[in-house]
């Protein structure tokens, strides 16, 4: 049922000097469908509509920081000044139609050269390169641990190749600023290279940027340092976790929670808190799958951090996502593969919770006047097929 208090899903958020118009955020969702790390009209169409669906962030997918650190080849990319500019038709149209643009700047590290999911999702090999032009690179990771035992080898970073990737992010996020993105999030989820630092069941190395939690913790804040200090002081930083590994000796929630409070002393506006991932596809079950199954984890770190965060995972609709948000468990709602299925989950959220509204001014004047036109038909005849006498009839 509705609450009878205010809705928080659709009250603007203010971080630091961003209004944000609701608390609905489009998820990062890989889609594979770019050609050497560019945008093209498939972004545009495909991120245009949850604009005009009434989202409050919509984010383009993970972007690559180096080329090296592409999943697929068919990666978002944003490690050349030539991305700027196809990534700029895009922020402009989110930005026409009332959603704040989001970019996540991500490293796939060992994760690299790969598969796109229908040709495989396994590793790239000779057979890619003969059929698709898509020939293997070398990874790199924090140690050379393979992910499995059919993946990669990935070179181990060195102290000066750590500081050669750190300058790399930050270069992203001077050309992410010159897109138009008013958000950029910093990846350290799901197994990639910031994780591949953060995990104790990767992260093998014995020098500083290893062993115990600060030597594990120091190259992912490090990043975001730089990423913080080339982004404007007026614009808000977030960066995605895995909560928890979902494995013995892993990753764990007080991990997180000590994760967090460090990346708000460095001037991080939100975590994003996702799980798992640490082997295998990124959205590989490492916790029992429920409705709103990572919800616990953003509301333990929102209080035990205090920090804003973001909740994610099987949030399906809007009475849910309010009941989240009612509950403290959270200050912003990310939506992905039910946004892939209803591009305007947050527009009808909206009139879910609140059954009785009959305008629709949130919606594309281009659609607003078609849909009043018709909401008192509609109506009227709802309530002829629910009636008594229609039943009985």
Known sequence: MPSSKPSLLFTPLKLRDLTIRNRVCISPMCTYGGHEGNANDWHLVHLGQYALGGAGIVFIEASAVEA??????????????????????????????????????????RKSSTQRPWHGMGILTEADAKARNET????????????????????????????????????????????GFDIIEVHC?????????????????????????????????????????????DLPVFVRISSVDGAEGGWNLDDSVAFARELKKIGVDVVDCSSGGVDGSATARAVPRHLGFQVPFSERIRRDADVTTMAVGLILDGPQAEQI???????????AREALYDPYWALHAQRALDPDLTTYDDWPMEYRWWLEKREGLVRKLRAEAESPEKKTA
């Not at 293997?136 to 924090?142: E, R």
């Not at 104790?200 to 120091?218: S, V």
């Not at 948000?325 to 939506?335: C, E, F, K, R, S």
């Open 325 to 335: 948000l009612q509950d403290g468990q959270a200050d912003i709602i990310a939506v």
């Open 136 to 179: 293997p690179w070398k990874t790199v990771s924090s140690t050379t641990e393979l992910m499995t035992d059919v993946w990669h080898e990935p070179h181990a970073l060195t102290v000066e190749e750590i500081e050669e990737v750190k300058a790399s992010w930050r270069s992203a996020a001077e050309r992410t600023l010159k897109a």
């Open 68 to 109: 090296r650190g592409r999943i697929t080849y068919g990666d978002s990319g944003i490690w050349s000044d030539d991305q700027i500019e196809p990534l700029q038709r895009v922020t402009k149209f989110l930005k026409q139609f009332g959603a704040t643009p989001a970019m996540q700047l991500a490293h796939a590290g």
């Open 189 to 233: 989820a799901h197994g990639y290279l910031m994780h591949q630092f953060l995990s104790p069941l990767i992260n093998k190395r014995t020098d500083e940027y290893g062993g115990d939690f600060a030597g594990r913790t120091k190259f992912p804040l490090e990043v975001v340092e730089a990423v913080r200090e080339v982004w404007p002081d």
